[in-house]
């Protein structure tokens, strides 16, 4: 069975930090590209960063500079490191797994960035 559970979501200050972790279980992780992508109330559901199997990274450019993906294949994790965050930054956060036309999904995090 796979699965891939967040953690590490919650209340933060403007221009406070969070890092997000998204555990994987039931895949070849290290095979996996990896994602993250956020979804605001009432917004579609929009690619935050992406690194692959190969550790290439990419990112929206809203947070680039701010945001920073990772990934530990020997604990079959992905984190994002998120720093400055900004109120646009509130969103339920997910990880995403994708190889080829496979496509796996957590049931992600809240993140919400108010004072």
């Known amino acids: 069975q796979v699965q891939l559970v967040e953690s590490g979501g919650g209340l933060v200050q403007p221009g406070g930090s969070l890092r997000l972790s998204c555990v994987a279980s039931?895949?070849?992780?290290?095979?996996?590209?990896m994602g993250w992508y956020r979804q605001a109330p009432g917004k579609q559901r929009e690619l935050v960063a992406t690194?692959?199997?190969?550790?290439?990274?990419n990112y929206a450019d809203s947070v680039k500079g701010r945001f920073t993906v990772s990934r530990d294949n020997a604990k079959n994790t992905v984190y994002l490191q998120m720093t400055s965050l900004k109120s646009e930054d509130t969103a339920v956060y997910s990880c995403?797994?994708?190889?080829?036309?496979?496509?796996?999904w957590g049931q992600g995090t809240q993140v919400t960035v108010s004072s």
């Open positions: 690194i692959t199997k190969d550790y290439n990274t």
């Open positions: 039931g895949i070849s992780f290290s095979r996996y590209a």
């Open positions: 995403n797994a994708e190889r080829s036309t496979i496509s796996w």
